[in-house]
Structures are given as C-alpha cells and as structure tokens.
C-alpha cells in the first residue's frame, strides 16, 4: 500500500539518551515534514525538508535534529537538548501539483520519558 | 498564530449533516482553506480543501463564501467514526507548512 510509515508506534527514552523516530514514505512526494502535538494541543512544526539533501527549521527546533539522505526517508533524532520531549510525534509529505498543497500523514510516534 | 477560528465543540445527531463553521477573515487571495480531522490518537486525515470555488468529494463539502472570510465543512450524513477534532487551515507560513490551530471536537451521538 501506498502511504508514510512511522515507527515505532511508541518510543521510550531515558535521560541523555538521544532516540530516532523513522519516516518512510513511497509517494514520491518531495516535500516531508515533522510536527510535534502536546495533550489538547494543535501541530507545531519542527523540521521540514522540500528537497534531497536540504531541511529547514520549523517552529520549534531547538533540540531535535533531521537528515534528508533519501527521498523516500526523514528520520527524526530527539537529543538530550530537548528536555520536554513527552508528545506525540507526527511526519507527513506533500506534493504540489500546481491546485494546492494536500500533506498526508503517517500514525504517528508517541514518545515518552522514563 | 493560527489563521482561522472555529467553535471548540459541537454535537451532530447520527445520520444528519453536520455543518462546521470556520472563519478565516485575514485569508490572501493565493491561499487554500484545507480541511483535516483527527481521531483520537492518530495521524491527521485530509478532508478537502478549496480556494474559491464550493468543492465536494466522496467524505464532503466545502462552502466558501463569496468573500472568501468564511467557509463550511458539511458531512452529509454523519456517522460514529466521524467522531473527531475537525481543523479548517488557512496554509500560510514561509514555509508551507499547515498552521493547526485547537479545532472543533465534533462529537456525533446516536
């Protein structure tokens, strides 16, 4: 099936510890995407890569860090640096096909502290 | 900030049409409305979205006002399942992303 596969499900970290989430997705999008959501809260931005080998920085990202080897790949490496890193993680893609940017998402990471 | 408002709940009957209120009065000319929902504990599911004209597909509606400050999400017959938090997105943002504010939690009792 096509579609953006995140894993794991659910992550624990230990302090100091960094951890990876994985993004995967077999579109052929371009453009990929990380949003962190707090309990209640809406998206918030962290990363967002438009092309192979290019990321910005979103809202908020101090603490994380990204890398766009492959087109089809966005993995996500929360650092010791990020002290309140307790949420839900969510990667998404999207194509612009000239009518509007539509971004999909994956299930989503639930990361927790121990 | 987020560029839209939308109540932060309604409740819709099973089987009739729910009807989702969003405004977005600070909308450009070039910008979408984008409509997601979530359900609980998962990934957000794009709905549809419009820049002008009404637009409909197979899940529902969307009514934009000629001015363009305002527009409607309409499930035609509303089901369990489509108990969610509903987000209308103005896309803005430099970089593209999809500015998600609190939503509408729609809940749909039987």
């Known amino acids: 099936d096509g579609g953006i596969t995140q894993s794991p499900k659910y992550l624990f970290r230990k302090e100091g510890q960094n951890v990876t989430l994985s993004c995967e997705q077999n579109l052929n999008h371009d453009a990929m995407y990380w949003y962190r959501q707090d309990p209640g809260q809406g998206l918030r931005l962290i990363y967002y890569s438009q092309i192979v080998n290019d990321f910005q920085k979103g809202d908020i990202a101090e603490g994380y860090s990204v890398s766009r080897e492959k087109k089809e790949s966005f993995p996500l490496t929360v650092t010791s640096a990020q002290k309140n890193p307790t949420a839900f993680y969510l990667c998404a893609s999207s194509i612009d096909r000239g009518r509007g940017n539509i971004q999909y998402f994956g299930a989503g990471t639930r990361l927790s502290v121990l | 900030d987020a560029k839209t408002t939308q109540p932060p709940s309604m409740d819709c009957a099973e089987g009739r049409a729910a009807n989702l209120p969003c405004n977005h009065s600070?909308?450009?000319?070039?910008?979408?409305v984008y409509w997601y929902r979530q359900i609980h504990s998962q990934g957000p599911q794009y709905i549809i979205h419009g820049l002008k004209n009404n637009e409909t597909n197979e899940m529902a509606s969307l009514i934009i006002t000629e001015d363009r400050k305002s527009s409607t999400l309409i499930l035609p017959h509303a089901t369990l399942r489509d108990t969610a938090v509903y987000y209308c997105i103005v896309r803005g943002g430099s970089q593209g992303n999809l500015i998600f504010g609190k939503g509408t939690k729609l809940s749909v009792k039987p």
């Open positions: 600070t909308i450009s000319g070039n910008e979408y």
